[in-house]
């Protein structure tokens, strides 16, 4: 299977899926303190809580942006590997 001429384009889509998947990392912290986002601080602000609503949305499409983006990362890996 030659990837070669996709190469060019899975290198956009994976510039593109580290963009969104920085942004929507950041939306999820966005609502926490410094001690939270390093897995301290208690109450509410613990990583042990129910998502509902627009946070569990966010939380499956970062889910899925992440494993898109390790896909055409390997993807694009094995094309311009092929390029040599």
Known sequence: MNLQPLAPY?????IILAIALTIL???QTKGSDLGG????GGG?????????GVEATMHRVTIACAVA???VTILSFLAWGQAV
């Open 44 to 52: 509410e602000s613990g990583s042990f809580r129910t998502r509902r």
């Open 10 to 14: 899975l290198g956009i889509a994976e």
């Open 25 to 27: 990392v950041l939306l």
């Open 69 to 71: 983006f390790f896909l």
């Open 37 to 40: 986002f390093f897995g301290g």
